[in-house]
């Protein structure tokens, strides 16, 4: 399975990981799941941006999917979250998380992935 690796140039959720250490991140997650690991795009610094993921997912045709370093990369909007991740799966692709060690395969992986923002903003409010 070959999946583009996807990092961030920007802190994320309060977070943030030098883009050499996202890239050590995501090899080894795709090493550990015999994935062949396509060099990652990354994402403009500007507040908010997806322009790269979303150029990402218009070119999904020749790869199987997308592996990003966090899934708190994904935009904090729960509907602009979801319309992405509804958007690589019907196209019958898979997007993987490395840190969190999660693979989305189906819509019922959607329920996971909200479950964990939900808890995150949650500390984070705290």
Not at 86 to 109: G, P, Q, S, Y
């Amino acid at each position: 399975m070959k999946l583009r690796g996807y990092i961030f140039s920007r802190s994320f959720m309060g977070e943030r990981a030098p883009q050499h250490v996202q890239n050590i991140v995501i090899k080894d997650f795709c090493r550990n799941n015999s994935f062949e690991y396509l060099l990652s795009v990354s994402e403009y610094k500007m507040k908010n941006s997806y322009l790269i993921l979303k150029d990402l997912l218009k070119k999904l045709k020749s790869i199987d999917g997308i592996v990003m370093y966090s899934l708190f990369q994904l935009p904090e909007s729960l509907k602009e979250r979801n319309k992405i991740l509804n958007n690589i799966l019907k196209k019958n692709k898979v997007v993987c998380f490395a840190v969190e060690k999660i693979k989305v395969v189906k819509k019922k992986d959607l329920a996971k992935v909200n479950i964990l923002w939900k808890i995150k903003q949650s500390l984070k409010q705290n």
